[in-house]
């Protein structure tokens, strides 16, 4: 089930997505920051209607989200008055604790299976996709191993989807479901995989490359979630224990039977730079492989278009700019041929 959740307060968003994920996707957004909702889901909000200002915000947002029927607000202080204030807003139910409103979510969800009555979901290949990312995710985050066999057919699922829908129609799709981490890898894979393909690789090209864009930021299973999902610049101590995320990536994949030496040295070094000065290893040009360049480009241009719930995704142009104005440290050559897809595609 997707869940919609609105605070004031940016610190809550781990919390809330340790207790939802991966059973539901939660979509956070911070009161008073653009882009908002799609409308679709349950929307949850967690935020002081005590201040005018939030309660105008608050407005503001639900405003055109109206096809959204359940709309649960956390009222920490049950007051009357502010339980009022929440139905007022257009509350179906209130919970006095994030706690309680998870509790809730699981009954809300039983009744809409039971009524058949689902929420609006994403296509169903691209569903597929996200929750075959969840459960590798998950599973690395609880100690197990990946299953090679699970990687390939997130690979597969996202080649069909370029396919189908073209990567504009894939970047909307996925921006408007999904975000963080598994917003980017899906982002990053449909890149590097529609790149592939415009650059007119062989079907087997376009899988190789694209089952190393998959794999390429498992580590970060393993990043402590306040620091992955942290809302904000992450400080220099917390950046360093983010730079370690594609050397636990390679830990990971390196006694794997089934994932290629190619995609684990790939998901290594998706973080060099041709002039060395990326990490974890300071590669030099001569080091890094054509597949590493590739998905190195699509993982940046990736980032910077991605939606984030404190800015605006960067228009496609500006991004690409931005890999132009990246001088000597991409193949500038492999750029110039990224044009087409990155501005047109
Ligand atoms: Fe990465
Ligand atoms: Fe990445």
């Known amino acids: 089930m997707l869940v919609c959740y609105l605070t004031d307060e940016p610190g809550k968003i781990p919390a809330i997505r340790a207790a939802l994920e991966p059973r539901h996707q939660v979509l956070a957004r911070v009161l008073g920051q653009e882009p908002v909702f799609a409308p679709s889901g349950v929307l949850l909000v967690d935020a002081d209607l005590r201040h005018a200002a939030r ?3 608050i407005k503001h947002v639900l405003h055109g989200l109206d096809t959204i029927n359940e709309k649960l607000f956390v009222v920490h202080r ?4 502010l339980i009022a204030q929440a139905y007022a807003l257009g509350a179906t139910s209130v919970a006095c604790s994030a706690k309680e409103a998870v509790t809730r979510l699981a009954r809300v969800e039983a009744t809409m299976r039971a009524s058949n009555a689902g929420v609006e979901c994403a296509p169903d290949r691209m ?3 996200s929750a075959a990312f969840t459960s590798m995710f998950s599973a690395v985050g609880a100690g197990q191993t990946i299953n090679p066999a699970d990687a390939e057919t997130v690979t597969s699922q996202i080649i069909a989807s370029i396919n189908q829908y073209g990567l504009s129609g894939w970047l909307d799709n996925v921006r408007r479901y999904h975000e963080g981490t598994f917003q980017h890898c899906l982002l990053v894979t449909g890149i590097a995989v529609a790149f592939a393909v415009d650059i007119k690789f062989a079907a087997q090209d376009v899988k190789r490359l694209g089952m190393a864009a998959t794999l390429h930021d498992i ?11 942290k809302p904000g610049r992450l400080d220099p101590k917390e950046e360093e224990i983010m730079r370690q ?4 990536g390679y830990d990971l994949l390196k006694d794997i039977l089934g994932i290629s030496s190619e995609t684990i040295d790939a ?5 060099e730079y041709l002039d060395g000065s990326g990490y974890p290893d300071a590669l030099t040009a001569s080091q890094i492989p054509d597949i590493v360049r590739l998905l190195t480009i699509s993982d940046i241009f990736a980032a910077l ?18 890999l132009c104005d990246m001088g000597g440290k991409l193949e500038q050559a492999l750029v110039r041929e990224f044009r087409r897809l990155a501005l047109t595609a």
Do not use: W
Request: proline share 10%; glycine share 2%.
């Open 55 to 57: 309660v105008e915000e």
């Open 78 to 81: 049950h007051l009357h008055h």
């Open 127 to 129: 569903a597929d996709s």
């Open 219 to 229: 580590g970060k299973a393993r990043i402590p979630l306040p620091i992955l999902d």
């Open 245 to 248: 995320h594609p050397a636990i």
């Open 267 to 271: 998901v290594r070094h998706h973080h």
């Open 305 to 322: 278009i991605e939606a984030r719930p404190y800015r605006l995704p960067m228009s496609r142009e500006n991004a690409y700019k931005i």
